[in-house]
């Protein structure tokens, strides 16, 4: 069983579209899950949700989907100074303001956890989660540098054991680390990556009795139309340069 993971594609339709292309592309893929944060940051969050409910691609709340769905105060992101906190602020009100009423609907239909079973759940076999965040809140970030402590105690929380895999997004940084047998995977970013790499990021992830393999992949889509929507719109500028730069 294959599976593509998307995650925080942040409106960002040219980079959605440029990595369902490239899954569309690939022999052998069972499904295709997003891993949350749909909205934000980028001119097209009506698409971006429609393009994913045309294309039956399940998936599971990021801290922007449920925060908008629910009109939260803020959108449970971090910034490190007060510019950041004044963008982030200002790409939260652009995004509550140009939701549809459709599109805010099916935010709020996203769950918060989904398991898969790649040997179909009548025998026994691994365990793939999906969330957004970590085990109890879709706006905590599971970075790199959190110790195999930390993400223990995350899998003893979810009940999953070694050969399973944890499966997560959030953090805009791709990563992977197998702690006590179990697979930890960070998928990266669609739409915003953090990593200093421009490119869409997703991942496949092959599970086979006893085994699962994680394959980190980019690809190049039309960052300039991006950037160029978003200099259009009333978006930050900044936000333009931030997808050229991948973050930088
Ligand atoms: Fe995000």
Redesign the pocket.
Known sequence: MRYALI??I?ANLPALEAVLSDIAGRDGITATYHL??LV?YAPWPNETVALLKERGIPGVA???DSAVATDYKHCG?RYEDPRQEELSHLSYAWTRAHVSAATKHSLGELPFRITIRPEGGHAAGAEITLV?GNQSLNTVYVTEDRSDAFLWKMDTALGVNEGDAVCF????KPWHRVVNGVHHVNTG?VG?PKDGDWRAGYVLLTAAPGTVEVEFVRIEYDVERAARAIVESDLPDDFADYLRTGGR
Do not use: E, Q, V
Request: aromatic share 6%; with cysteine.
């Open positions: 995650s925080d942040h949350g944060d934000g990021g801290n922007y992101c957004h997004g959030h953090t805009h970013s915003r």
